[in-house]
């Protein structure tokens, strides 16, 4: 029994010390998630074209994928292939779900869910963490275009 006890605290003190470099990783992708969005901020000031202000992003937001979780936040760079649409160039979206033909997602500009299959997304997908959102939300970079 005395054996048992001690594997059990043994196992409490491992399962303490993976915890607390997480809370680490947390605290360093918060700081780093204000940095981005406040260098975005400085570097957009005067700037209002949307395709700029798209290069801007991608510059600055360096961490990407190439396939998105459902429940995270992505941009990209993207080309409808369906003749006459109005579509949105560079979408700030929500996924919902990932398919074999691509994903879906709310696009925050268009403001309702939207299919992007893998051949038209141009770019990696730029990650956008959950305390940028909003503010990616209320800037203008939304390119729509008819194909």
Known sequence: ????????KKKLWHLELIKMPRKRVKEQKKSRSRNRVDILLERIENISDPEDIMMEI????????MVPEPGNYYTFLYNAKTPNILYDQHPLVAVTSVERWGFQGI???????????????????Y?????EISTLRNINYAKFVNS
């Open 1 to 8: 029994m005395g054996g048992f006890l001690i594997n059990i």
């Open 127 to 131: 990650v956008v963490e959950n305390d």
């Open 107 to 125: 696009n925050f500009h268009w403001g309702k869910p939207k299919r992007y299959t893998w051949i038209e997304i141009l770019s990696s997908l």
């Open 58 to 65: 991608m510059d600055i937001f360096t961490d990407i994928e």
